[in-house]
């Protein structure tokens, strides 16, 4: 029953974090687009405005819907977890809903219908809070999800967690890496999948000065985004060292304590959880404790010096921590090569280039999907870390029940699934609306001085 639980809650997680994936990065997109066509009065801009909202409102909604399941599951599945940390964890599901979900979708009306209502600068104002609630959301989940990693500002009392401070999570290192990661993945993920599908229609020759545009507002977001993800990957890797010293070791598959010299990196093996050791492994001397201490002799934990009942699937955690940052370095290489392509002035017509742009586009999600594994896999047999097991967290229901309730959601997801992905190709296939009225740019007075450079021509 509790890996039938188990199974029942990543599914529905892995499903649901595909759309609020997109959601973050695209709002944070219309946003530059929109703040473009204020700024420039480029008609383009406004046209990108109205296409990549559609896309924005679709994925909105899904997320939405895809989110409100998990939220009962909590009751269903794991309800003596729910019990037992309800006084902790409930008030930041409560704070996300209260405050980002209700700023995100109380704005959405006015960025979706308020193009002819409101003033231009109104406008960008609702879409900015859109994408404001959208990232605190953001929070919100990383700050429940960061206390379930590493637990602090809590005592137990009578078995039940009681919060003692909500702000120690805020202002822990834990967090703030844990959170900026997973949003900066969110923000790579979008670039990337405008820039791809951008890429697609400059291939097939349709609407070429559109997607030219689009494709170099998400290539530049993509340039800053690609190279400040490596370094937060590096620096929550140390924050898994100094948190969590089994998962580290687990995703490293490192398995003795280096008493003596550095600790060597596993670029590729097998961990073998029966004979504890990784085969048909290639390592870099030193390179573990060179990444995690910052020198070449740190002391790195090995897997053996934790009971067996206490290990993560090392097997599991070690390929996909792998496969989300090869993903970040692909897209690092990608966006070198970007560079070069620019300088020679063959960004948008190099074919090559396009066809690499379209063919990695998803892997953005599968390093988001890769690194929820990582993140949440590492922290087994851990509900709450090192203090509520897995086991003592899920509901006493029937297998049975789980499932029935399982293959239920299993089609309700390929229902959703379907009907997101009918709704996205339409759109694309439609394509973007160039004909239709575009509203008077009632820009502020203090913005057409900015422009301007001349502020004598706004005086009377």
């Avoid at 909202?53 to 409100?68: E, M, P």
């Avoid at 960008?124 to 990232?135: E, L």
């Amino acid at each position: 029953m509790l890996v039938l639980s188990r199974v029942q809650f990543a599914l529905t997680a892995m499903f649901h974090i595909l759309f609020p994936t997109l959601t973050i990065g695209l709002a944070l997109f219309l946003v530059v687009i929109e703040l473009l066509w204020l700024a420039t009065g480029d008609d383009l801009y406004f046209r990108l405005c109205r296409f990549w909202t559609r896309l924005f409102a679709i994925n909105f909604g899904v997320g939405v819907v895809t989110g409100i399941v998990m939220e009962f599951e909590f009751g269903t599945n794991w309800s003596h977890f729910s019990s037992a940390v309800a006084n902790v964890f409930s008030p930041y599901l409560y704070f996300e809903v209260l405050t980002a979900f209700f700023l995100e979708a109380g704005f959405l009306g006015i960025v979706l219908f308020g193009w002819k209502r409101v003033r231009p600068g109104v406008h960008f104002m609702a879409t900015c809070f859109v994408a404001g609630g959208a990232m605190l959301s953001a929070c919100w989940i990383m700050a429940a999800n960061s206390w379930m990693q590493h637990p602090t500002g809590y005592y137990v009392q009578g078995g039940k967690f009681m919060a003692q401070s909500y702000t120690s999570v805020f202002t822990s290192l834990h967090f703030l890496v844990h959170a900026a990661h997973m949003i900066l993945a969110a923000l790579e993920t979008s670039a990337f999948a405008v820039a791809g599908i951008s890429a697609y229609f400059l291939l097939k020759g349709a609407y070429i000065p559109f997607y030219r545009r689009s494709m170099g507002v998400a290539l530049i977001m993509a340039a800053l985004f690609a190279p400040l993800q490596v370094y937060l990957g590096d620096l929550n890797g140390r924050q898994v060292f100094r948190y969590q010293s089994a998962k580290l070791a687990a995703l490293e598959g490192h398995w003795e304590t280096n008493e003596r010299g550095g600790a060597p990196f596993s670029v590729i093996g097998m961990p073998d959880m029966e004979r504890e050791k990784t085969l048909f492994e290639i390592t870099v001397p030193n390179g573990l404790s060179l990444l995690v201490t910052h020198t070449l002799t740190g002391r790195v934990i090995g897997l053996k010096d934790f009971p067996i009942q206490d290990r993560p699937n090392a097997p599991a955690i070690y390929w996909s921590f792998r496969v989300m940052s090869g993903i970040g370095f692909v897209f690092l290489a990608f966006m070198m090569w970007a560079a070069l392509l620019w300088r020679r002035r063959r960004l948008f017509d190099y074919g090559p280039f396009l066809w690499t742009a379209v063919v990695i586009q998803p892997l953005g999600w599968v390093a988001v999907e890769t690194g929820w594994l990582t993140s949440e896999l590492g922290r087994q047999p851990w509900i709450v870390y090192n203090v509520l097991r897995t086991s003592e967290g899920s509901s006493p229901i029937p297998s049975g029940n789980v499932i029935w309730s399982l293959a239920l959601f299993l089609m309700i997801f390929v229902a959703i699934g379907g009907s997101y992905l009918y709704y996205v190709i339409k759109t694309l296939v439609n394509g973007p609306d160039l004909s239709s009225p575009i509203p008077p740019l009632q820009m502020p007075i203090s913005m057409k001085v900015l422009m301007s450079g001349d502020e004598r021509e706004e005086k009377p």
